[in-house]
Each structure stands twice: as structure tokens, then as C-alpha cells.
């Protein structure tokens, strides 16, 4: 069992950037894929970037390649999202997940991101 609380969210200027944190409890943090989805209110949940466990294979969305930037601290059991040159369509509510390749199946309860143009 893992539970996963995001952090770091809030309103920002387009152009602007922004780092959520996703603290993991339990020791086997770094057993696990981290992953990290968004969802717009109306909208299906959608993958932004994932993390493998050693942190040395990531994963982006084409629409935040070269702008976001996910990282891990396996000692700390936390993942991060780094989100640099923020558009206004990336506004969301940002979720933390973890599982494996196949599929995730811890969530947390998310943390909203909020873009103005």
C-alpha cells in the first residue's frame, strides 16, 4: 500500500514556472514506476511524464516535452515535477501516481495548477 500526497500547486503567470512534489509513504517507494497525469474539469485524466524506479528512464507527453522535467529522490520517497514556461492549457489538476509499467494503481488526491494568460 502506498499513499501518495502532491504538493506545490497554484496560480502562475503563462511563461511562468512552477515544481509539485509527490511525498510516497512506505518503504518500497522506489520498488515502483512514478507517474504523473493531469485532468481538466469534463476531461479523461491524461499522462504528463513518468519516472522509472532508479530515476534513470523518463517519459513526457508531447504537449510538455522540453518544458516539464519529472525527477525522484528514492531517500526522500518523493517525485517531482518541474514545469518551466507554463501555457495557459496546461492548467489542471496535476495527480501523483504509482505502479509499474502496465498500469498504476496508487493515486493521490491531486493539486491544482492554474495558469493565466
Known amino acids: 500500500q502506498v499513499q501518495l500526497v502532491e504538493s506545490g500547486g497554484g496560480l502562475v503567470q503563462a511563461g511562468g514556472s512552477l515544481r509539485l512534489s509527490c511525498a510516497a509513504s512506505g518503504r518500497t517507494f522506489s520498488s515502483y514506476v512514478m507517474g504523473w497525469f493531469r485532468r481538466t474539469p469534463g476531461q479523461n485524466r491524461t499522462f504528463v511524464a513518468s519516472?522509472?524506479?532508479?530515476?534513470?528512464?523518463?517519459t513526457y507527453a508531447n504537449s510538455v516535452k522540453g518544458r516539464f522535467t519529472v525527477s525522484r529522490d528514492n531517500a526522500e520517497n518523493t517525485v517531482y515535477l518541474q514545469m518551466d514556461n507554463l501555457k495557459p492549457e496546461d492548467t489542471a489538476r496535476y495527480y501523483c501516481a504509482a505502479g509499474y509499467p502496465s498500469a498504476f494503481y496508487y493515486w493521490g488526491q491531486g493539486t491544482q495548477v492554474t495558469v493565466s494568460a
Open positions: 519516472i522509472n524506479e532508479n530515476g534513470g528512464s523518463t
